[in-house]
């Protein structure tokens, strides 16, 4: 959080740093004192035997007693799982020109037309670059209702026993009594979850007034305790190359347009997105970007609460890759184009993964930001059964926030109905912090409930398993976050990432094995990755499997044979190439450290040592070279950068703005020609994926734009809470 602001947000005359000054002061001693008990082999086994590790396995109780109540709700279980139909996003139609021309303050490229507060200008407009003007959308972020399921469910304790239950007049249902889920209140794109789709090309700019609706609450729905307090958003194009005014980052709008945390209600900012690759190469370009808020401190409980968008694009030069299989690489997908100037692609379909807990009225909420008078309608700490069954959100936990119930594009455990032909899906994770494994199985009994197989606690996230399932398929990934691979992959398993996005062919005429699928089978995607905390995960394909871990999250249901047209290709973006020099510049290198802060609260998680400063650059640990340059980078250039895991037994999904990447080293090791626990390392990224007490080197550009930008950790619990530092690029 903003390390200036000592008075903003106090409650009771005591400024949030005293507050978190006074909170550390026995911080510290505590964990050195409580590590003895824990025991020394357990810490080491967890890789908690430092400083911050010591406070880690010790700060719960520290937590309960200064700030906050680690505690969670177990969600109601979904009685009948895998019965709603996967929601599949149609694309935004987008504003026409005589419509937008008579706006009050229409979107161009002069001085204050950028943002309704008139301060700002278009860095790049399309027409410098001979680009045509862009397509303009209109989105506007309003508070909306939001069922996950249609399904009854049986509301259950931790033990996974039925338990008391309540609604909004406050009423109390006995233990066993079956219910219907009331609707969450979210904050969304268009006041849907997820928001819309819009289907973007190359060459083809699309400018997107996002304009705030959040203090309409014309349904009078309680608005709960998260969210940010002041109903301000701050729009971020996951990770398109855009200029610093439309990118979304507090960097930049803590010194320029709003000046502050983010736009607040009524205003508008118009982002424009010029869908033009770095450097205008065409090695470059990418397939699947997200929109989803960043506002400063809240960016995690606003996405929590509904702001995502999903963002495809296409490559129309040559047929490439535009959503007609029957023309460049010959993808999947079988394009639609409509009048209204959008166009759909069947067969070609975004999924979007994200996990939830709803409130089970009876656990307290008890958090830092309650002290902090963020949200005083809800007189925290105290148990809500008013909120009975709607989402549960804590914005400062010890071992990170994970929910209970998968959901696909807004709905848990949906069911597809697919035809016996090839698919293309654009997966992403859109979760806080959970970190999924994806297999392809066939099941013969069926899900079970994890309750029903005398599972209790952690063990009931997911609610469903599949005991017998068994793999049946594999996929071939085609793309990453950095787009089309040089080459297809097939793989039995994958991991993803908060915010990573990863695109992949399933061929639903065979099973691995040559059979031939018929018209009924049944294939679950599953989650073999346990991750019981935001910490890490304990067991994955690539660290001691669990094979009594399978939780399935979307459920595919073989249809009639339709015509498929496409295919799978044999080779496809070639990577831009590194310099045969790159490693004279590892002794100039710029190295950062992510690390939990002994300190806790609001200077929580550190990069360097240092809590996220909007008003000043990052700068760099000493390098080989003896240097702590700053994280200041010249317009056109490209350099090494270091992100270190700091320790503690965490993982960190570490996200740099503005250009992707590429994986040169991992822990000291050249992975150029790629590394067996992370093949998507040969491919370009927008995310490092850090294992505990990873150190991982990449390359990567800062070309075309000029301005402030972010990087920080993709787990928003991290970022919201300091883990983040600014970096500029200069003429």
């Known amino acids: 959080m903003y390390a200036r602001d000592d008075k903003a947000g106090s409650g009771g005359g005591v400024s949030r740093r005293t507050m978190l000054r006074v909170g550390a002061v026995g911080g510290l001693g505590a964990a050195l004192t409580g590590a003895r008990g824990i025991g020394l082999p357990y810490l080491e086994e967890k890789g908690l035997l430092s400083a911050d590790g010591a406070f880690a396995a010790?700060?719960?109780?520290?937590?309960?007693?200064?700030?906050y109540v680690e505690a969670f709700p177990t969600s109601p279980l979904i009685l009948s799982p895998f019965s709603d139909a996967l929601p599949i996003p149609r694309a935004l139609a987008p504003v026409p020109k005589l419509q937008y021309s008579f706006w009050s303050k229409p979107p161009g490229?002069?001085?204050?037309?950028?943002?309704?507060?008139?301060?700002?200008?278009?860095?790049?407009?399309?027409?410098?670059?001979?680009?045509?003007?862009?397509?303009?959308?209109?989105?506007?972020?309003?508070?909306?209702?939001?069922?996950?399921?249609?399904?009854?469910?049986?509301?259950?304790?931790?033990?996974?026993?039925?338990?008391?239950?309540?609604?909004?007049?406050?009423?109390?249902?006995?233990?066993?009594t079956v219910r219907t889920l009331p609707a969450s209140t979210i904050y969304g794109f268009n006041g849907t979850f997820p928001g819309p789709r819009i289907n973007a090309e190359y060459g083809k700019p699309v400018l997107v007034r996002f304009e705030n609706h959040l203090h309409d609450n014309v349904l009078g729905l309680d608005r709960q305790d998260f969210g940010a307090p002041d109903w301000s958003f701050l729009t971020h194009l996951h990770n398109g190359h855009t200029a610093p005014e439309s990118d979304g980052n507090p960097h930049y709008c803590m010194n320029y347009g709003p000046k502050s945390l983010g736009y607040g209600p009524g205003t508008f900012c118009d982002n424009l997105y010029l869908n033009w690759p770095a450097g205008g190469d065409?090695?470059?370009?990418?397939?699947?970007?997200?929109?989803?808020?960043?506002?400063?401190?809240?960016?995690?409980?606003?996405?929590?609460?509904?702001?995502?968008?999903?963002?495809?694009?296409?490559?129309?030069?040559?047929?490439?890759?535009?959503?007609?299989?029957?023309?460049?690489?010959?993808?999947?997908?079988?394009?639609?184009?409509?009048?209204?100037?959008?166009?759909?692609?069947?067969?070609?379909v975004p999924l979007a993964f994200y996990d939830c807990r709803l409130d089970d009225g009876v656990t307290t909420h008890k958090d830092m930001h309650d002290g902090l008078g963020e949200f005083p309608a809800a007189k925290n700490p105290a148990a809500?059964?008013?909120?009975?069954?709607?989402?549960?959100?804590?914005?400062?936990?010890?071992?990170?926030?994970?929910?209970?119930?998968?959901?696909?594009?807004?709905?848990?455990?949906?069911?597809?109905?697919?035809?016996?032909?090839?698919?293309?899906?654009?997966?992403?994770?859109?979760?806080?912090?959970?970190?999924?494994?994806?297999?392809?199985?066939?099941?013969?009994?069926?899900?079970?409930?994890?309750?029903?197989?005398?599972?209790?606690?952690?063990?009931?996230?997911?609610?469903?398993?599949?005991?017998?399932?068994?793999?049946?398929?594999r996929f071939t990934q085609i793309a990453s976050d950095g787009g089309l691979l040089p080459w297809p992959i097939k793989r039995d398993s994958f991991e993803l990432w908060p915010a990573k996005r990863r695109e992949v062919i399933i061929d639903f005429t065979k099973y691995q094995d040559g059979t031939p699928t018929t018209k009924g089978d049944v294939i679950y995607l599953t989650d073999v990755l346990k991750m019981p905390n935001g910490r890490m995960w304990t067991n994955s394909s690539r660290f001691?499997?669990?094979?009594?871990?399978?939780?399935?999250?979307?459920?595919?249901?073989?249809?009639?044979?339709?015509?498929?047209?496409?295919?799978?290709?044999?080779?496809?973006?070639?990577?831009?190439?590194?310099?045969?020099?790159?490693?004279?510049?590892?002794?100039?290198?710029?190295?950062?450290?992510?690390?939990?802060?002994?300190?806790?609260?609001?200077?929580?998680?550190?990069?360097?040592?240092?809590?996220?400063?909007p008003t000043t650059n990052g700068t760099s640990l000493k390098n080989p070279a003896g240097a702590t340059p700053l994280a200041q980078q010249k317009k056109n250039s490209f350099n090494l950068w270091e992100i270190r895991n700091g320790g503690g037994g965490w993982v960190h999904p570490f996200h740099l703005h503005m250009e992707e990447h590429r994986t040169v080293m991992r822990n000291g090791r050249n992975v150029t020609g790629g590394d067996p626990s992370h093949p998507d390392d040969r491919s370009r990224e927008d995310l490092v994926a850090l294992d505990p007490s990873e150190s991982v080197i990449v390359y990567r550009g800062f070309r075309d734009f000029t301005g402030h930008y972010v990087a920080h950790c993709h787990n928003l619990a991290h970022e919201d809470h300091a883990m983040m530092f600014g970096w500029e690029i200069v003429p």
Request: charged share 20%; aromatic share 12%; glycine share 10%.
């Open 544 to 613: 001691s499997p669990d094979p009594n871990y399978k939780v399935p999250v979307l459920k595919f249901v073989i249809g009639d044979s339709a015509p498929d047209n496409s295919r799978i290709p044999t080779a496809m973006r070639p990577l831009p190439p590194l310099p045969s020099n790159w490693q004279s510049l590892l002794d100039n290198r710029l190295i950062f450290e992510v690390e939990r802060g002994s300190g806790g609260g609001e200077v929580e998680w550190l990069i360097n040592g240092r809590p996220f400063d």
């Open 109 to 176: 490229p002069g001085d204050g037309q950028q943002n309704s507060l008139g301060n700002e200008r278009h860095q790049i407009w399309p027409s410098s670059i001979s680009y045509p003007d862009p397509i303009v959308y209109k989105i506007d972020l309003r508070v909306a209702a939001h069922s996950f399921t249609s399904s009854q469910v049986l509301p259950i304790d931790a033990a996974g026993k039925p338990a008391v239950s309540f609604d909004a007049s406050g009423q109390t249902y006995a233990p066993g």
């Open 384 to 473: 809500h059964p008013e909120w009975w069954g709607k989402t549960f959100f804590k914005h400062f936990p010890n071992h990170g926030f994970v929910g209970d119930i998968f959901t696909v594009n807004g709905t848990a455990y949906p069911v597809m109905e697919v035809k016996r032909r090839k698919y293309r899906f654009r997966f992403l994770d859109a979760s806080i912090a959970r970190i999924y494994e994806f297999k392809l199985m066939s099941s013969t009994k069926g899900p079970q409930s994890a309750a029903s197989l005398g599972y209790q606690g952690d063990e009931l996230e997911g609610q469903y398993r599949i005991p017998d399932g068994q793999q049946c398929m």
């Open 282 to 348: 065409d090695r470059e370009k990418q397939s699947f970007f997200w929109f989803h808020d960043h506002r400063m401190d809240h960016t995690g409980s606003n996405v929590y609460k509904g702001m995502v968008g999903l963002y495809p694009i296409y490559d129309p030069k040559n047929g490439l890759d535009m959503g007609d299989e029957t023309r460049g690489y010959r993808l999947p997908g079988v394009r639609t184009n409509h009048a209204d100037g959008s166009f759909d692609v069947d067969y070609d």
């Open 58 to 67: 010790t700060s719960m109780s520290l937590g309960d007693l200064l700030f």
